[in-house]
T-cell receptor
Framework: GENVEQHPSTLSVQEGDSAVIKCTYS??????FPWYKQELGKRPQLIIDIRSNVGEKKDQRIAVTLNKTAKHFSLHITETQPEDSAVYFCAPRGAGNTPLVFGKGTRLSVIA | ETGVTQTPRHLVMGMTNKKSLKCEQH?????MYWYKQSAKKPLELMFV???????ENNSVPSRFSPECPNSSHLFLHLHTLQPEDSALYLC?????????????????FGAGSRLTVL
């Protein structure tokens, strides 16, 4: 099965700074790479995803980059705001019809 | 509401009780999932159903028994649970389990059922 590692496990940044969270995976056949955000007391929600034929995708202040050779992908948040404070999960999709396997999460705190 | 509804939202049960968690979606999705969320393992996959057929059982103890009577409903039957089973149980759905086209594999989560086993 897919082994997923997220780093760091916690991250504190000043408002306005950038945040980067990295996810490494083991299955070289993985082809789908999403990031989910879970605010305190709420359900996880997809914020951005990328497929294996694309190296980077951007949506306003968030972006995801993929390095298939090194088997990792990263979430980038620029100009962080207090509402970005949440736990972020990566969930790389392995080969075939295997379901998403979530990383252990990164708790991001944006300090005003 | 996201379109995935879970009931009950909170449940307290003794170790000898039998109870069930219910999940319902009217998004037209064909895949439904149970995840367990605890401090130890933040989002642990338990079961997957795709077009009503169970496709994944992630080595879940038999005291958890899933049921999927149709693509819109998913149950988790609980029997003889242990205190360490106390957690938030999240249901999710997606259009399809397979990554066949854009958005098909995006998970929509319910709000969860908070279970406490005494």
């Amino acid at each position: 099965g897919e082994n997923v590692e997220q780093h760091p496990s916690t991250l504190s940044v000043q408002e306005g700074d950038s945040a980067v969270i990295k996810c490494t995976y083991s299955d070289s056949a993985s082809n789908y790479f999403p990031w989910y955000k879970q605010e305190l007391g709420k359900r996880p929600q997809l914020i951005i995803d990328i497929r294996s034929n694309v190296g980077e995708k951007k949506d306003q202040r968030i972006a995801v980059t993929l390095n298939k050779t090194a088997k990792h992908f990263s979430l980038h948040i620029t100009e962080t705001q207090p509402e970005d404070s949440a736990v972020y999960f990566c969930a790389p999709r392995g080969a075939g019809n295997t379901p998403l396997v979530f990383g252990k999460g990164t708790r991001l705190s944006v300090i005003a | 509401e996201t379109g995935v509804t879970q009931t009950p939202r909170h449940l307290v049960m003794g170790m000898t009780n039998k109870k069930s968690l219910k999940c319902e979606q009217h998004l037209g999705h064909n895949a439904m999932y149970w995840y367990k969320q605890s401090a130890k393992k933040p989002l642990e996959l338990m079961f997957v159903y795709n077009f009503k057929e169970q496709t994944e059982n992630n080595s879940v103890p038999s005291r958890f028994s899933p049921e999927c009577p149709n693509s819109s409903h998913l149950f988790l039957h609980l029997h003889t649970l242990q205190p360490e089973d106390s957690a938030l149980y999240l249901c999710a759905s997606s259009q399809d389990q397979r990554v066949t086209f854009s958005g098909a594999n995006v998970l929509t989560f319910g709000a969860g059922s908070r279970l406490t086993v005494l």
